[in-house]
């Protein structure tokens, strides 16, 4: 039997040791994990600019105004970014548009930055063979002709229904990987944004390389998001992610993020749809 003597400090020690093992549960309940892979100029993971693209700096004013969350960055690809969300993990995602599918198993904040419409890229040594091809249908089915898409990503409303209608026989998971099997002529076309496709052929010393052309079917503008599981923990990051874009999205600092990198004909054609449509449409 324990003497009495010692029943006050034992019973404090086992007090002590209750509160250390709560102590991980409350970090990890409000720790975010934020998703990141290498997309410039969206994300860009190193060298000269690292840290400067859109989805940083737009990551940066959350962290800066959320700070009663440990915001972590952990580099992956796409499709395991996408997977831990699904799975419920405490895993959230600044860029992700706004699906169906997706509202199933996420929730999606308000927009955070715009996606100018997406076009057919090739290579400028063939733009001539493509010129008069814009239709993305019929190049989708044309069986002499090779492209490739990202595992789980949605392009926009209109493209995401024509890849499920022609789906290609290729997929990647790095954007970097796919522009160079197109500069190397692995790939015949790619649907990409030119802001992406063009710097990062710039970055592998492609400059001036590829060529963007309009697409009959779509010239949508998508608006990216943050997008965070679909349960409890996700619900109130989402709630507070949307209080934060309310009160920044106005102030010409974070209009000059949602601007940056993009050229001056592309930064005319945000600011027309910035006010009437960006910061109004939920």
Not at 129 to 158: A, I, K
Request: charged share 25%; glycine share 4%.
């Amino acid at each position: 039997m324990l003497h009495r003597h010692w029943l006050k400090p034992l019973s404090h020690l086992m007090c002590c040791a209750c509160l250390a093992a709560m102590l991980p549960i409350a970090m990890a309940a409000d720790q975010i994990t934020w998703g990141k892979y290498n997309v410039p100029p969206y994300m860009i993971r190193s060298g000269e600019f690292a840290h400067q693209g859109i989805f940083d700096l737009t990551l940066n004013v959350l962290k800066k105004e959320m700070p009663g969350y440990e915001h972590v960055e952990l580099e992956a690809p796409f499709p395991r970014i996408n997977s831990e969300i699904r799975k419920g993990s405490h895993w959230c995602f600044n860029g992700m548009l706004k699906t169906p599918e997706r509202e199933h198993y996420g929730y999606i904040s308000l927009p955070m930055s715009i996606f100018l419409p997406l076009r057919i890229i090739v290579r400028r040594d063939r733009v001539e063979e493509f010129r008069h091809r814009t239709s993305l249908t019929g190049l989708l089915q044309d069986p002499r002709l090779t492209t490739s898409v990202m595992r789980d990503r949605s392009y926009s409303p209109t493209v995401d229904k024509l890849l499920a209608t022609y789906p290609p026989r290729e997929n990647y998971s790095e954007q970097m990987e796919a522009i160079g099997m197109l500069l190397a002529g692995r790939l015949d076309y790619m649907v990409e944004l030119p802001l992406l496709a063009f710097d990062q052929a710039r970055a592998m010393g492609h400059a001036g390389e590829l060529v963007a052309l309009p697409m009959q079917e779509a010239n949508e503008v998508v608006f990216n998001r943050v997008m965070c599981p679909h349960n409890e923990w996700g619900r109130q990051v989402v709630e507070q992610v949307n209080k934060v874009l309310l009160a920044e999205r106005a102030k010409p600092s974070y209009r000059a993020i949602v601007e940056k990198w993009h050229d001056p004909e592309s930064v005319a054609e945000i600011r027309k749809i910035y006010d009437k449509v960006f910061l109004k449409i939920p």
